[in-house]
């Protein structure tokens, strides 16, 4: 699954592993291995992604990122999101292949744009015009 670097060491590590955890979950369903091992897989992505978030927050924060809040705020409406597909998933329904596409495009689309931000930031505060 590709996923834009913004060449910052720590965050890309980051993605990296949350590319990764959701690898991870799709492999636990296509080898069938039942509801309980996908459930496991999937909320570890969602503490991941929470995780993920308060660095970065705390990332942006140290280097004075102006956008910070309204990038919380995206940030806060992706955990909302999750949080919907979480109660479907913790009341017995299936991980379907479209909260799969979902869950990846939303994280794939805001590393991409808002996240990618920070990255255009960092280089303006190295270098100004
Ligand atoms: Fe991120
Ligand atoms: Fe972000």
Redesign the pocket.
Known sequence: MAYPLLGIQEIDEQHKALVENLQQLQAWRSKGHGYSAALNAFLSLGQYVQS??RD??AFMERHDFPELEE?KI??QQLVTKLQTIEQHVMSGDDITDEMMALLSQWLIE??GG??MK?ATYLRSVASPA
């Open positions: 993920h978030f970065e927050e990038h995206h940030h805001h590393i808002d996240d920070i």
